[in-house]
């Protein structure tokens, strides 16, 4: 078992920043691939950026490109998420996840555990 806790969510305006963490416990997460999705009112819950635990190689959804940045330290069992230039659009709930298996990183089922979230809101 895996237990996933986020903090660092909270008020900012648009073009501000905040940085999301992610603290693992329990199995280590060293080599699980480990993702950021979020999750807006009436919306589908959305990827938001992956990072793999034995390469670093890093995925992004499109609508963050350029302006997060996901990174981890195995070392402190944490992964974080650097968000610039905030967007009203933004504003969701933002859910840590451990991937096992086989589906493509994009897909939340994919992902077994889960954090219970942080609130990131953006205003304009």
């Known amino acids: 078992q895996v237990q996933l806790v986020e903090s660092g969510g909270g008020l900012v305006q648009a073009g501000g920043s905040l940085r999301l963490s992610c603290a693992a416990s329990g199995r280590t997460i060293s080599s699980n691939v480990m993702g950021w999705f979020r999750q807006a009112p009436g919306k589908e819950r959305e990827f938001v950026a992956a990072?793999?635990?034995?390469?670093?190689?890093?995925y992004y959804g499109d609508s963050v490109k350029g302006r997060f940045t996901i990174s981890r330290d195995n070392a402190k069992a944490t992964v974080y998420l650097q968000m610039n230039s905030l967007k009203p659009e933004d504003t969701a709930a933002y859910y840590c996840a451990a991937f096992v298996g086989v589906n493509a990183v994009l897909d939340p089922l994919g992902y077994p555990y889960w954090g219970q979230g942080t609130q990131v809101t953006v205003s304009s």
């Open positions: 990072i793999s635990g034995r390469t670093g190689r890093t």
